[in-house]
């Protein structure tokens, strides 16, 4: 069914709802009734029906003082019954613990949405020196080693379809300054098969990461762990990396991938 053809069975109310909530997620901030009906763009009086109705739900919360709209408490119960839905957390969560047990580093599963790489699952360590990652915490893919694993998935097409512009959003130090230097390090991290960067959170503290094949082949999600890099000699770090590989092995299959050709976005791709 052709994109035209399927907004023909669109529920308005239900689809300007929706809008809504997409537009209060990507910000990641509160927001007035007026800034949400331009953002939207929508008229004042649908807006403030829609507005109501998704409060009454439970959906969206009005700050009793400043009368700011945010997400409410059903979008994450609704949230976290679908993370616990997905196989690789169902599957994927006693490997990360005994992976965590095995090496003593916290241990994540994230996938990507677009261009966030968002927590899936997560085993805390006892090391309080490294900051914990929590279930839901949506990062930009471009900046993380995790999301740069995510994305040697992606053919060069599909790639610049995610990125249609040359120029990367929140540019930050040490994140690459542009489409094609990301492009060259994600292939560098799909021919080594494995990433090993600096963290997001915190200073010192690297990741070791390493895919998640499903049963068609392809990278559904990654398995990571926090290491305080400067702490641990070369050799322990070695195997350190052997072990995360071990436990990506090991959910790759559960997945049902049994290795053979795995789906890897290639230089030439179309």
């Not at 800034?35 to 439970?58: F, H, S």
């Not at 119960?77 to 196989?87: H, T």
Request: aromatic share 8%; glycine share 10%; hydrophobic share 40%.
């Amino acid at each position: 069914m052709s994109d035209k053809d399927a907004r023909k069975y669109l529920i308005p109310g239900l689809e300007r709802g929706l809008t809504i909530l997409m537009e209060l997620s990507r910000n990641h901030r509160e927001m007035s009734f007026a800034e949400i009906a331009k953002r939207v763009d929508i008229p004042k009086a649908t807006a403030y029906r829609a507005i109501q109705t998704l409060e009454y739900m439970g959906f969206l919360r009005r700050h009793p003082t400043t009368g700011l709209y945010s997400l409410g408490v059903n979008v994450l119960r609704l949230g976290f019954e679908y993370v616990a839905s997905l196989d690789v957390v169902q599957v994927g969560q006693p490997v990360i613990e005994s992976l965590r047990d095995a090496t003593g580093c916290s241990s994540h599963i994230a996938i990507r949405d677009g261009q966030d790489v968002i927590y899936v699952a997560r085993v805390s360590a006892a090391n309080a020196t490294i900051r914990r990652v929590s279930v839901g915490t949506r990062l930009p893919v471009h900046r993380t080693s995790l999301g740069r694993m995510l994305l040697t998935g992606l053919s060069r097409a599909e790639f610049e379809a995610l990125y249609p512009d040359d120029e990367l959003p929140d540019g930050q130090p040490g994140a690459p300054a542009s489409r094609e230097a990301l492009w060259d390090l994600v292939q560098e991290d799909r021919r080594r098969g494995y990433v090993i960067g600096e963290s997001f959170f915190q200073f010192g503290i690297s990741s070791i990461v390493y895919p998640l094949y499903n049963n068609d082949g392809e990278i559904e999600a990654v398995v990571s762990i926090m290491v305080p890099m400067h702490e641990i000699p070369a050799e322990e770090r070695e195997r350190l990396r052997g072990q995360v590989e071990e436990a990506a092995a090991t959910i790759s299959g559960l997945l049902g991938y049994h290795g053979g050709a795995a789906r890897r976005g290639r230089q030439g791709d179309a």
